[in-house]
T-cell receptor, first 110, second 110 residues
Framework: GQQVMQIPQYQHVQEGEDFTTYCNSSTTLSNIQWYKQRPGGHPVFLIQLVKSGEVKKQKRLTFQFGEAKKNSSLHITATQTTDVGTYFCVKGSTLGRLYFGRGTQLTVWP | EADIYQTPRYLVIGTGKKITLECSQTMGHDKMYWYQQDPGMELHLIHYSYGVNSTEKGDLSSESTVSRIRTEHFPLTLESARPSHTSQYLC?????????FGSGTQLSVL
């Protein structure tokens, strides 16, 4: 079954608008990772969050881990056409296996 | 950037053929993975390995097999390809829980 729920599945924005994708789990997460996959490409690691309430920023990207460690979000400020792609949240397990969410496909109109 | 290589990049074959998808990494990572991904969809884990002579089936039922005789090499074999096997196959390795992906093999079975 699906380990993490990710919404929305698709998001279309005008360049310059903000974008947020959400990841939710029914169980407490030891950590959460985020990956980006460009069209035709392979997933590339963006960040890992470990601590409750953790917030990390990478330029226009802000990653947040919920206080209860059951949800996470990725927010992009002022999207650009280079942000196009699918963003996946990934749940880790104590056995070292990683479970991908369904991903959010972001389209940015110029 | 990680050094993980997949060959071939594209493969078109006829039904019933035996094929092997190659995956090699030069980082000395113990953990390696095979994912299957259809266009615009999530990644499904089909096989993984925690080290030499260790292989496990993933979450998605697959008719493929894998071997791990050497740390750097994790080939995936389909004994008799069918059109339902048409998909993209992504190989990954990890240090800790951060995944490094190869460029993938796009397989088309006619």
């Amino acid at each position: 079954g699906q380990q993490v729920m990710q919404i929305p599945q698709y998001q279309h924005v005008q360049e310059g608008e903000d974008f947020t994708t959400y990841c939710n789990s029914s169980t407490t997460l030891s950590n959460i990772q985020w990956y980006k996959q460009r069209p035709g490409g392979h997933p590339v690691f963006l960040i890992q969050l470990v601590k409750s309430g953790e917030v990390k920023k990478q330029k226009r990207l802000t990653f947040q881990f919920g206080e209860a460690k059951k949800n996470s979000s990725l927010h992009i400020t002022a999207t650009q056409t280079t942000d196009v792609g699918t963003y996946f949240c990934v749940k880790g397990s104590t056995l070292g296996r990683l479970y991908f969410g369904r991903g959010t496909q972001l389209t940015v109109w110029p | 950037e990680a050094d993980i290589y997949q060959t071939p990049r594209y493969l078109v074959i006829g039904t019933g053929k035996k094929i092997t998808l190659e995956c090699s990494q030069t980082m000395g990572h113990d953990k390696m993975y095979w994912y299957q991904q259809d266009p615009g969809m999530e990644l499904h884990l089909i096989h993984y390995s925690y080290g030499v002579n260790s292989t496990e089936k993933g979450d998605l039922s697959s008719e493929s097999t894998v071997s791990r005789i050497r740390t750097e090499h994790f080939p995936l074999t389909l004994e008799s390809a069918r059109p339902s096997h048409t998909s993209q196959y992504l190989c990954a390795s990890s240090a800790g829980q951060k995944l490094f992906f190869g460029s993938g093999t796009q397989l088309s079975v006619l």
